[in-house]
């Protein structure tokens, strides 16, 4: 406790991090409004599917777990379309992590005589060039009018699916934001000096960490290894960086999830 205190040196921070916390579940929020106006369910289910969501995918490896919490307060046909759309959702939130995290890399990369990320820059820009690459086929198979079994089957219009794609982008890189600003600040409390740096290297921790697929609280303890293990490459000190880390799963994983888990009604599957 005493070694705690040493690095709490302006707890101020820590309040913006818990202001910031609605705002990120918010904009999630609105992704799954928008998932549920595109594919045209009753919005009366909207909040207990969400919570109940939150919940799954905090039980589950990575968040695509929360299409298992959400599609069954919703009609069996409908469940495969409504996940469909789920983990596009969800695939947003990787490629935005992606993005900034290869960002990172690059400037780091250029800014900085650090060895291990020259590495990892260049698996990131195979990784990135391959998602670059699924997305032309994407975009030639739209541009055929490429219709699968699946997706006639299931009503999927892959048009809609593009659109859809681009709100949840958009709100995508928003959360982003406010969950980089929200380390941002936990690292400022825990006595972190202030840099724009320090943004470059939260970006590159939550990369790793969307990368990294792991079980219930194994999810904290692999988020924080990785944290440390990251911004120990940049000299930063492991303890109030683990503090930092600890903080933000608490307040914005934790803290919701056991507020959804008694919130939420179960479904009449």
């Not at 990251?230 to 307040?251: D, K, M, N, R």
């Not at 803290?255 to 009604?265: D, E, N, Q, R």
């Given at each position: 406790?005493?070694?705690i205190?040493?690095?709490?040196?302006?707890?101020?921070y820590l309040?913006?991090?818990?202001?910031?916390?609605?705002i990120?579940?918010?904009?999630?929020?609105?992704?799954?409004?928008?998932?549920?106006?595109?594919n045209?369910m009753?919005?009366?289910?909207?909040?207990?599917s969400?919570?109940?969501?939150?919940v799954?995918?905090f039980?589950?490896p990575?968040?695509?777990g929360?299409?298992?919490?959400?599609?069954?307060?919703?009609k069996?046909?409908?469940r495969?379309r409504?996940?469909?759309?789920?983990?596009?959702?969800?695939?947003?939130?990787?490629?935005t992590?992606i993005i900034?995290?290869?960002?990172?890399?690059?400037?780091?990369?250029?800014t900085?005589?650090?060895f291990p990320?020259k590495?990892?820059?260049?698996?990131?820009t195979a990784l990135?060039?391959?998602?670059v690459?699924?997305?032309?086929?994407?975009?030639?198979?739209?541009?055929?009018?490429?219709?699968?079994?699946?997706?006639l089957?299931?009503?999927?219009?892959i048009?809609s699916?593009?659109?859809f794609?681009?709100?949840?982008?958009?709100?995508?890189?928003?959360?982003?934001?406010?969950?980089?600003t929200?380390?941002?600040?936990?690292?400022?409390?825990?006595?972190?000096?202030?840099?724009?740096?320090?943004?470059?290297?939260?970006?590159?921790?939550?990369?790793?960490v969307?990368?990294?697929?792991?079980?219930?609280?194994?999810?904290?303890?692999?988020r924080?290894?990785?944290?440390?293990?990251?911004f120990?490459?940049?000299?930063?000190?492991?303890l109030?960086?683990?503090?930092?880390?600890?903080?933000?799963?608490?307040i914005?994983?934790f803290?919701?999830t056991?507020?959804?888990?008694?919130?939420?009604k179960?479904?009449?599957?």
């Amino acid at each position: 406790m005493q070694s705690i205190n040493l690095y709490l040196k302006k707890p101020f921070y820590l309040i913006l991090v818990v202001l910031l916390m609605p705002i990120n579940w918010y904009l999630e929020w609105q992704k799954w409004i928008f998932i549920l106006k595109e594919n045209r369910m009753q919005n009366d289910k909207a909040l207990d599917s969400f919570t109940a969501g939150m919940v799954s995918g905090f039980f589950t490896p990575g968040f695509p777990g929360n299409f298992l919490g959400r599609v069954f307060y919703f009609k069996k046909k409908r469940r495969i379309r409504l996940t469909t759309y789920i983990q596009i959702g969800n695939f947003s939130q990787l490629i935005t992590s992606i993005i900034f995290g290869f960002i990172a890399f690059f400037v780091l990369w250029k800014t900085t005589e650090i060895f291990p990320l020259k590495s990892i820059y260049q698996s990131t820009t195979a990784l990135f060039l391959t998602l670059v690459s699924l997305a032309i086929i994407v975009v030639f198979l739209k541009k055929r009018n490429f219709k699968t079994h699946f997706f006639l089957k299931h009503k999927i219009n892959i048009n809609s699916i593009l659109e859809f794609f681009k709100k949840a982008l958009v709100l995508s890189i928003l959360r982003h934001l406010v969950f980089s600003t929200q380390f941002f600040f936990a690292l400022l409390c825990f006595n972190i000096p202030a840099s724009t740096e320090l943004f470059l290297w939260i970006w590159i921790t939550y990369f790793a960490v969307t990368l990294t697929p792991s079980l219930f609280f194994g999810k904290m303890i692999i988020r924080d290894s990785i944290a440390v293990a990251i911004f120990s490459i940049g000299g930063y000190e492991a303890l109030p960086v683990l503090l930092s880390s600890f903080s933000i799963w608490t307040i914005n994983v934790f803290m919701p999830t056991l507020i959804a888990w008694k919130k939420t009604k179960p479904p009449n599957v």
